[in-house]
């Protein structure tokens, strides 16, 4: 089952405005902040100072990432891509990072068998959209690369982690939306006069969290995967008072 931001009936309008939502929920409330370290150590192991972030949506959440890698945040850089990228959000990206983010304007599947762009391959919030058969693929063509690979989660298919975080989330999009920036008279349009957004969203959220991944689907990835010279790393752990699951895969080429 697709989300219906996935599939090409949805108005590029609308597949803009919810990932840009997601690209500022996700900034201020940095699920991922604690695994950052997990990140950071194996970009070290691996050699690679560029992350190349598929799926990236509306892409503000690198800013973090790259800022959470430590002091000497110079070194390291960033590609963004995405099937359906946000040409908008792209553009003010590049500019807040003062040209060490860079974002493709021309869509990237990760399902292409064409070579990918060289670095440390990343999806936040984006494995879920993908089969394992298709993660599986994914990573093996990282290995075929020679590239560092990482998959991170905020996502479970428990009650409290589905049906309430997907009730409580046109709450969230109604109340949060005035202070996204930049502003934008559509937003309000379609949150406020026709709330197709945080409808969308609501609908989009419990899918994703049916879908998502637990750390032993990842480690069945692992074992199927025929990667000489990588190590593998999966794990869960739990934030927000418990209620919020972190599901982590990183793969890299030991040096």
């Given at each position: 089952?697709?989300?219906?931001?996935?599939?090409?009936?949805?108005?590029?309008?609308?597949?803009?405005?919810?990932t840009?939502f997601l690209a500022?929920?996700?900034?201020?409330?940095?699920?991922?902040?604690?695994?950052?370290?997990?990140?950071k150590?194996?970009m070290?192991?691996?050699?690679?100072?560029?992350?190349?972030?598929?799926?990236?949506?509306?892409?503000?959440?690198i800013?973090?990432?790259?800022?959470?890698?430590?002091?000497?945040?110079?070194?390291?850089?960033?590609?963004?891509?995405?099937?359906?990228?946000?040409?908008?959000?792209?553009?003010?990206?590049?500019?807040?990072?003062?040209?060490?983010?860079?974002?493709?304007?021309?869509s990237?599947?990760?399902?292409?068998?064409?070579?990918?762009?060289?670095?440390?391959?990343?999806?936040?919030?984006?494995?879920?959209?993908?089969?394992?058969?298709?993660?599986?693929?994914?990573?093996?063509?990282?290995?075929?690369?020679n590239?560092?690979i990482?998959?991170?989660e905020?996502s479970?298919?428990?009650?409290?982690?589905?049906v309430?975080?997907?009730?409580?989330?046109?709450?969230?999009?109604?109340?949060?939306?005035?202070?996204?920036?930049?502003?934008?008279?559509?937003?309000?349009?379609?949150?406020?006069?026709?709330?197709?957004v945080?409808?969308?969203?609501m609908?989009d959220?419990?899918?994703s969290?049916?879908?998502?991944?637990?750390a032993?689907?990842?480690?069945?990835?692992?074992?199927?995967?025929?990667?000489?010279?990588?190590?593998?790393?999966?794990?869960?752990?739990r934030i927000?008072?418990?209620t919020?699951?972190i599901?982590?895969?990183?793969?890299?080429p030991?040096?």
């Amino acid at each position: 089952m697709k989300e219906f931001h996935e599939t090409r009936y949805c108005p590029a309008v609308w597949r803009d405005l919810m990932t840009d939502f997601l690209a500022f929920f996700t900034y201020h409330v940095n699920p991922y902040k604690s695994t950052m370290p997990l990140l950071k150590n194996a970009m070290e192991k691996s050699g690679h100072r560029r992350i190349v972030d598929f799926a990236a949506g509306g892409g503000a959440y690198i800013l973090k990432v790259l800022a959470a890698l430590g002091p000497e945040t110079d070194k390291y850089n960033a590609l963004l891509c995405d099937k359906f990228p946000n040409a908008e959000s792209a553009r003010r990206i590049e500019k807040l990072s003062g040209g060490r983010i860079k974002y493709i304007a021309e869509s990237v599947d990760i399902l292409d068998e064409n070579e990918k762009p060289q670095g440390f391959w990343t999806l936040f919030s984006g494995a879920h959209h993908f089969s394992p058969r298709q993660l599986k693929t994914f990573t093996e063509c990282a290995v075929r690369q020679n590239c560092g690979i990482a998959f991170f989660e905020y996502s479970g298919r428990g009650i409290l982690q589905a049906v309430l975080p997907s009730l409580a989330v046109p709450f969230l999009v109604l109340l949060l939306t005035p202070l996204v920036s930049p502003f934008s008279w559509r937003r309000l349009f379609w949150t406020y006069i026709i709330p197709a957004v945080p409808l969308l969203m609501m609908i989009d959220g419990f899918i994703s969290h049916l879908k998502s991944y637990s750390a032993a689907e990842f480690r069945r990835i692992v074992a199927e995967t025929d990667a000489p010279g990588y190590k593998f790393e999966c794990g869960r752990k739990r934030i927000l008072m418990q209620t919020c699951p972190i599901t982590w895969f990183i793969g890299y080429p030991e040096r």
